[in-house]
């Protein structure tokens, strides 16, 4: 692997494939990894508050034998208070990753090129890599064969969207995007491109859906509403699908706005398992970015 982990475009079709190889065996025998990382260090740097992106990355780490230090957006006041540069130069001598969950894109991409230590996207307004790679891992987990399904993805066409155009162009998964006109993904490789969400999900054997509104964009919020009335996943939408049709959402989910109760709620939603394989590949992903690693 490279020495940063910013986008899925930093792996190739073989280092995905190897994360997952290494995450079957993460799952099976966590024992066996308990002592990989001891030592190590990672910095979690957030901007941005998080439930799973934080917590997946502090146990992980910890079930790998290493340590993390949580840096609230308040205690660096990155690029204002200090230079993304200086932040960079100076934890590069203190720990051995970085994880950065920030607004731009560009802000994380600086801290790489500074950086010794590698620096991994725990979210940007453009790319969440480690998200797509959970999530493509749990249809893995789900499916014989990843190139004998579609994924129809409903909504935003936001930060994970992005991520999951890029991982399934890669992977051979046949992916649709449902959005308005105006939200559509900034990714474009492969891109099947629907503005009906019903034409989108006709037989197709998953449906992922994310917030309307994200973190930043709070002032869009009553535009998106009107804006994405017609694509919420709901029974209705659903009925057009396969009948074992897999649900999926990255959370947090406004229930009632983007998914309702119901469909969240249902035998066919694998949501939780998607927010539990964000630890299992991220402990991969930190194990082939740090093992044996000065």
């Avoid at 993304?84 to 790489?112: F, G, P, Q, W």
């Avoid at 249809?139 to 909504?155: F, M, P, Q």
């Avoid at 009925?239 to 989910?253: E, G, N, Q, R």
Wanted: hydrophobic share 40%.
């Amino acid at each position: 692997m490279k020495k940063d982990l910013i986008s899925i475009n930093d792996l190739s079709v073989q280092e995905i494939r190897d994360i997952f190889a290494l995450t079957d065996k993460l799952k099976k025998d966590k024992a066996k990894f308990s002592n990989v990382l001891t030592g190590k260090t990672l910095a979690l740097i957030f901007q941005k508050p998080s439930n799973r992106t934080r917590v997946s990355f502090e146990v992980g780490m910890y079930q790998l034998g290493g340590n993390s230090i949580y840096l609230a957006p308040q205690e660096i006041n990155l690029g204002v208070r200090e230079s993304i540069e200086d932040v960079a130069k100076t934890l590069s001598r203190y720990v051995d990753a970085i994880v950065l969950r920030t607004y731009k894109h560009e802000d994380i991409i600086e801290m790489a090129k500074y950086s010794r230590i590698p620096v991994i996207n725990g979210l940007s307004d453009f790319e969440h890599p480690c998200q797509a790679l959970a999530d493509v891992y749990t249809l893995k987990e789900r499916c014989k064969s990843l190139k004998d399904i579609t994924l129809a993805y409903v909504g935003d066409g936001n930060n994970v969207c992005n991520s999951l155009v890029s991982v399934c162009f890669k992977l051979g998964i046949k992916m649709r995007v449902a959005c308005p006109l105006g939200y559509e993904p900034r990714v474009k490789v492969g891109l099947n491109l629907f503005y009906q969400p019903k034409e989108a999900v006709e037989d197709v054997d998953i449906i992922y859906t994310d917030v309307w509104t994200s973190m930043g964009q709070e002032k869009e919020a009553q535009k998106r509403r009107k804006d994405f009335k017609d694509f919420q996943v709901n029974k209705e939408l659903v009925s057009l699908a396969k009948k074992d049709v897999l649900i999926m959402h990255c959370l947090p989910a406004h229930r009632g706005e983007e998914i309702t109760d119901e469909i969240i709620n249902s035998k066919n939603s694998i949501v939780f398992d998607q927010a539990e394989n964000r630890m299992h590949v991220q402990k991969a992903i930190l194990i082939k970015l740090l093992k044996n690693k000065a």
